[in-house]
Nanobody, 125 residues
Framework: QVQLVESGGGLVQAGGSLRLSCAAS????????MGWFRQTPGKEREFVAA????????YYSGTVKDRFTISKDNAKNTVYLQMDSLKPDDTAVYYC??????????????????WGQGAQVTVSS
C-alpha cells in the first residue's frame, strides 16, 4: 500500500504561482512513476505532468508545458508541481497519483494505483 497526501493548493491571481507537494508513504520502493492530474466538475480527470520515480524523465501535457515543472525528492518521497503563469483555466482539483507497474502509459489516469485526496487550486482573473 502507498499513501499520498497533497498540500499547497489555494487561491491565486492570474499570472501568479503555486507549488503543490505530494508526500508518499508506505511501499514506495515499487513506484514506477508519479503523476499530477486535475479535474473540474463534470469532466474527466486530465493529465498534467508525470515523472519516472527512478529516472529523470518527465512528461507534460501541451496545455501546461513551459509553465509547470514537475520534480521529485526521492529522499523525502515527495513529488512537486511548480505552477507558474497560472491562468483561470488552470482552476481545478489537483490529484497526485502513483503508478506501480513498469512501463505503463503515464498519461492515462486508469494506470495509476494510488491517489491522494486532492488539492483545490483556484486562479482568479
Amino acid at each position: 500500500q502507498v499513501q499520498l497526501v497533497e498540500s499547497g493548493g489555494g487561491l491565486v491571481q492570474a499570472g501568479g504561482s503555486l507549488r503543490l507537494s505530494c508526500a508518499a508513504s508506505g511501499r514506495t520502493f515499487r513506484t514506477y512513476a508519479m503523476g499530477w492530474f486535475r479535474q473540474t466538475p463534470g469532466k474527466e480527470r486530465e493529465f498534467v505532468a508525470a515523472i519516472r520515480w527512478n529516472a529523470n524523465i518527465t512528461y507534460y501535457s501541451g496545455t501546461v508545458k513551459d509553465r509547470f515543472t514537475i520534480s521529485k525528492d526521492n529522499a523525502k518521497n515527495t513529488v512537486y508541481l511548480q505552477m507558474d503563469s497560472l491562468k483561470p483555466d488552470d482552476t481545478a482539483v489537483y490529484y497526485c497519483g502513483a503508478a506501480m507497474t513498469i512501463g505503463v502509459v503515464v498519461i492515462t489516469p486508469g494506470r495509476y494505483d494510488y491517489w491522494g485526496q486532492g488539492a483545490q487550486v483556484t486562479v482568479s482573473s
